[in-house]
């Protein structure tokens, strides 16, 4: 066993919101520190473009919120943690602005608030349509204000566990080579989302899944991880997201025949249904053959310049650049992608896990507060409420804890492992098996799903986690090699891929975005619960834990 480089008190992984939230959450005289391999305001939470959900208005309240976020979600959501995020919001919200959060304004000069689909009330806070990246800057500007000191570019490959406690991280410094053990009375995992294992996907890059890799293979079980959103409105080929806030001004969403089609599938919310209802209207519509060139299309015209220019000017900017099209004079084309992960590390409402001493908050975690399919501008909110809870809670836990002592000899066992990467002779390069993984799942695991698809990329996943452990690495050299980060990423994504597609053949029904046309049908008496996903050499192994229901019984 060897000493660690050094210990803190907190280190949280990732340095997106719910990771910056809850480094600010802790409490003067704490170590806290943040590894993050990338920037902290290149973190994809900066990406996010439509609002952030509160009760604010005198018309609306949390309970509302709270309702629609369990109806939304397919009463799948366990409404203990729905309550207290939905409760909390409000004065999240008022503490972001006093933080110095620039939201748009209204009339009267309130936070103006717009509609999104899935609410009863317009209670979805923004700045234009760059919401993440105003709020992802005044945290950074918190962060460096409270001197958080951050591990810039660093990997976290593994977890220190110990006799059932995590004390640090096994963690790859980028910039500089070479494996490192790094210390901690408590870790928070706030690595967002693994969207990426798809082909195209609305998510940056980075977003690999590694969080929940880490925490999976240390004992941390992943709940619900079948629920794939598929926002409805994203570019064709890149996958960009053109945000859900284009159509909470008012945008229209149009087939071939010029007609608004979402009144055949939700007469009453129109283009403000779920995004699990639209994007299997847009599917449909395109299956039907009334798309456009495998698109259907996003009408703002009417809104007006000015109305565009204020409200939404990155729409306007990023369908011009990718794909030449200037929304003021021409829909744009527009169909589903791969979005957002509901399922995640199961914690409870302050984001503790089955391991001592390790927190999850953000996209990672599965709390659950989105149940089957998440409301838009509901995951900007939980990076909030549940990063700034498991900042709290994890501070409680440092103060009755001591030290770890050593690495457990896991930093000996990570290093085997990136030696055997370096010492590979296969002939396929890592960015061959995870582009082979990205269209096995958007063929086989994508918006409509049956038992032989899933089955057969079952088999598939199989295949390229075994063909993921023997890569090529090109680049043998220790500084900035991002082919090694590449190949640790896809062990990552191949190993996710396997619990979402043991996941979605276990659950035979259709809930929100997991839909089957072989069950078509939702099954509260035989599925209104949870699956968990445990670690083991042979694969996933499926228990079921039941749904907290407190106010508002199914229908």
């Not at 005198?58 to 976020?69: K, L, Q």
């Not at 410094?173 to 210390?183: R, T």
């Not at 598929?230 to 997201?241: E, W």
């Not at 103060?399 to 990467?421: F, H, N, W, Y």
């Amino acid at each position: 066993m060897a000493q660690l480089d050094k210990i803190h008190d907190i280190l949280i992984v990732g340095a997106g919101l719910a990771g910056m939230r809850a480094a600010i959450a802790a409490p003067a005289g704490l170590d806290v520190a943040i590894v993050s391999k990338v920037h902290p305001v290149r973190s994809h939470s900066v990406a996010a473009q439509g609002g952030i959900n509160a009760a604010l208005g005198a018309d609306d309240s949390w309970e509302n919120h709270a309702y629609d976020t369990t109806k939304g979600g397919l009463w799948l959501g366990d409404q203990d943690g729905i309550e207290v995020m939905c409760r909390e919001a409000p004065s999240d919200i008022l503490e972001l602005e006093r933080m110095g959060v620039i939201f748009s304004r209204d009339a009267q000069g309130r936070i103006a608030q717009r509609p999104f689909g899935g609410a009863g009330f317009p209670r979805t806070c923004y700045a234009a349509d760059r919401t993440g990246h105003a709020i992802l800057h005044a945290m950074y500007e918190q962060l460096l204000k409270r001197d958080i000191f951050v591990y810039e570019e660093w990997y976290v490959s593994s977890l220190i566990v110990e006799e059932g406690r995590c004390g640090g991280v096994i963690a790859w410094n980028v910039l500089q080579g070479g494996l490192h053990a790094i210390g901690a009375k408590a870790v928070i995992l706030a690595t967002g989302g693994c969207g990426r294992m798809y082909l195209t996907s609305t998510n940056a890059v980075i977003n690999t899944g590694d969080g929940m890799s880490i925490a999976y293979r240390a004992g941390a079980p992943l709940m619900d991880m079948e629920f794939i959103q598929f926002h409805p409105t994203t570019l064709k080929d890149t996958g960009i997201l053109i945000s859900e806030g284009a159509r909470g001004e008012g945008g229209y969403l149009l087939n071939t025949l010029g007609e608004r089609f979402m009144k055949k599938y939700a007469p009453d919310q129109m283009e403000l249904a779920t995004r699990s209802t639209v994007s299997l209207a847009i599917a449909q519509e395109i299956a039907d053959g009334r798309g456009v060139d495998d698109c259907i299309l996003l009408d703002l015209r009417h809104l007006g310049r000015d109305r565009i220019l204020e409200r939404l000017p990155q729409i306007r900017q990023l369908a011009l650049d990718f794909a030449g099209v200037d929304p003021i004079e021409s829909p744009i084309p527009v169909r589903p992608g791969a979005h957002y992960v509901m399922g995640g590390i199961k914690t409870n409402n302050w984001g503790e896990t089955p391991v001592s001493g390790l927190f999850a908050a953000g996209e990672c975690a599965c709390v659950s507060v989105h149940g089957a399919n998440r409301l838009g501008g509901n995951s900007l909110l939980e990076t909030i409420v549940f990063g700034r809870r498991s900042g709290i809670r994890a501070s409680e836990y440092v103060s009755q804890t001591m030290p770890p002592r050593s690495d457990a000899g896991l930093l000996q066992a990570e290093e085997k492992r990136i030696g055997r990467l370096f010492k590979n002779d296969g002939l396929e390069r890592p960015w061959q098996v995870r582009e082979e993984l990205g269209r096995t799942l958007s063929q086989l695991m994508g918006l409509v799903r049956t038992q032989d698809k899933m089955a057969e990329a079952l088999g598939q996943i199989k295949r390229l986690k075994a063909r993921a452990s023997r890569v090529r690495l090109e680049d043998h050299g220790k500084v900035f090699n991002s082919d090694l980060v590449t190949a640790l990423e896809l062990g990552s994504l191949v190993e996710l891929a396997e619990t979402l597609a043991v996941g979605a053949l276990a659950r035979q029904e259709s809930r929100g975005a997991h839909y089957r046309s072989d069950f078509p049908k939702r099954d509260d008496a035989t599925w209104l619960k949870h699956n968990i996903c445990h670690y083991t050499l042979n694969g996933p192994r499926l228990s079921s834990a039941p749904i907290t229901i407190t106010r508002f019984p199914p229908r």
